[in-house]
């Protein structure tokens, strides 16, 4: 409706060359999303 056109990632190719993810999308923006909460509150990075 915004006009925003939709961006999908397609990983085909690269699993025909045998490539897959070794960590799972969720487990992984769980893991990002604790790092980032972790390093603001040390001050190794900011917003």
Known sequence: ???MP???LDVSKLE????T????LAEGLVSTYDWYRNALEE???RL
Do not use: E
């Open 43 to 45: 001050g190794t990075v």
């Open 16 to 19: 025909a060359l045998g490539w």
């Open 21 to 24: 993810a070794r960590i799972a």
């Open 1 to 3: 409706p915004d006009g």
């Open 6 to 8: 939709r961006k999908v």
